[in-house]
Every structure is written in C-alpha cells, then in structure tokens.
C-alpha cells in the first residue's frame, strides 16, 4: 500500500483546511487508516483513526471536536476536516494504514506511511 497525502497550507487561527490521504494498491480499502502529526522538536503524535467502513472513529483529545476524519472506500481516500485550527495544531501531518483495529494510538501498529504534508496555522 503507498499513501499519498495532500492538502497542507498556511491558515490563520480559526480557519479551516482539509486534508486527503490517497491510497494505492487493491487492499487498501481493508486498512485500518490513521493521521498523525509531527511538531519541531516533538514526538510524532496520534490524531485520529477510522476502520475499513468508516463506522469507527477514535480522536486525540486536543482535536475532539475540530476534527474529523472520513474515508471514501470507492476513492481509495482518507480525509481530515481540520476546523477552528490553532497555532499548536501546525505540524507535519501523516497518514498511515495497518490491517487490524486496537492500539491505534501508537507508531509502531502502523505498516506504511505517507510522505507528511505541513500545515501552519498563523497568529
């Protein structure tokens, strides 16, 4: 599975962005799909997940109830709706598949990786 993602940018506080995880490969629909996000000088860290259907979701705290994380399974795409944004949301932000449910907050569960897209949220 290769993950593509896109749709990165510069915002202010408040804005909104969204971004898209293109995925390839016949399976990809089966995957388990997550984003995380990498800040300067800190750990990669969980943001949100969703199952092969769509039907289960999980969040990190920070975000629960800005962000929201979607799939189109006939797209081979994963998104993130990115609303009220924050200067602490700017980061590098990957998304990332595996096969099973559970542990969905730690790095190493994950199988493969996209290339990071940035986002910057300015004051």
């Known amino acids: 599975v290769q993950l593509q993602a896109s749709g990165g940018g510069l915002v202010q506080v408040g804005g909104s962005l969204r971004l898209s995880c293109a995925a390839s490969?016949?399976?990809?629909?089966?995957?388990?799909m997550a984003w995380f996000r990498q800040a300067p000088g800190k750990e990669r860290e969980f943001v949100a997940t969703?199952?092969?259907?769509?039907?289960?979701?999980r969040y990190a705290d920070s975000v629960k109830g800005r962000f929201t994380i979607s799939r189109d399974n006939a797209k081979n795409t994963v998104y993130l709706q990115m609303n009220s944004l924050k200067p602490e949301d700017t980061a590098v932000y990957y998304c990332?598949?595996?096969?099973?449910?559970?542990?969905?907050?730690?790095?190493?569960?994950?199988?493969?990786w996209g290339q990071g897209t940035q986002v910057t949220v300015s004051s």
């Open positions: 969703i199952n092969w259907s769509g039907g289960s979701t």
């Open positions: 490969g016949r399976t990809a629909t089966s995957y388990v």
């Open positions: 990332a598949a595996k096969r099973t449910w559970g542990d969905y907050d730690s790095l190493d569960p994950y199988d493969y």
